[in-house]
C-alpha cells in the first residue's frame, strides 16, 4: 500500500506565496518522477512541474519563474514553492508520484494523491 498525501492549500491573496508539500509513503523501494497537477472547475487537470529522482525539473509555461518544484529523497517527499500567485492559479493541486514497489522490479506505478486546495483572491 502506498499513500501519497498533499498538503498547505489555503487562501491566499494574489501576489501572495504558499509552498505545497506531498508526502509519499508506505511500501516504497524508490520514487521516479513526481509531478505537480492542478483542475480548476471547468477545466481539465494539467501538469504544473515535475522533478525526477535525479532532480531534473520541468515547468508549465504559466508558472516558469513563479513555482519552483524541489524533492527530499530521504523523506519521500516533494514541494512546490509558489510565488507571486495569480487569481488564474486557483484550483485543486494534484500531487503524482511514480512509484517502485519492493516486488515490482523496477516498475513504477502511478499514485495520485487526493489534492489540496488553492485559492487566490483577486
Known amino acids: 500500500q502506498v499513500q501519497v498525501v498533499e498538503s498547505g492549500g489555503g487562501l491566499v491573496q494574489a501576489g501572495g506565496s504558499l509552498r505545497l508539500s506531498c508526502a509519499a509513503s508506505?511500501?516504497?523501494?524508490?520514487?521516479?518522477?513526481i509531478g505537480w497537477y492542478r483542475q480548476a472547475p471547468g477545466k481539465q487537470r494539467e501538469l504544473v512541474a515535475s522533478?525526477?529522482?535525479?532532480?531534473?525539473?520541468n515547468y508549465a509555461d504559466s508558472v516558469k519563474g513563479r513555482f519552483t518544484v524541489s524533492r527530499d529523497n530521504a523523506a519521500d517527499t516533494v514541494y512546490l514553492q509558489m510565488n507571486s500567485l495569480k487569481f488564474e492559479d486557483t484550483a485543486v493541486y494534484y500531487c503524482?508520484?511514480?512509484?517502485?514497489?519492493?516486488?515490482?522490479?523496477?516498475?513504477?506505478?502511478?499514485?495520485w494523491g487526493q489534492g489540496t486546495q488553492v485559492t487566490v483572491s483577486s
Open positions: 522533478i525526477t529522482s535525479s532532480g531534473t525539473t
Open positions: 503524482n508520484a511514480n512509484v517502485v514497489l519492493p516486488s515490482s522490479r523496477g516498475t513504477s506505478w502511478s499514485y
Open positions: 508506505g511500501s516504497i523501494f524508490s520514487i521516479n518522477a
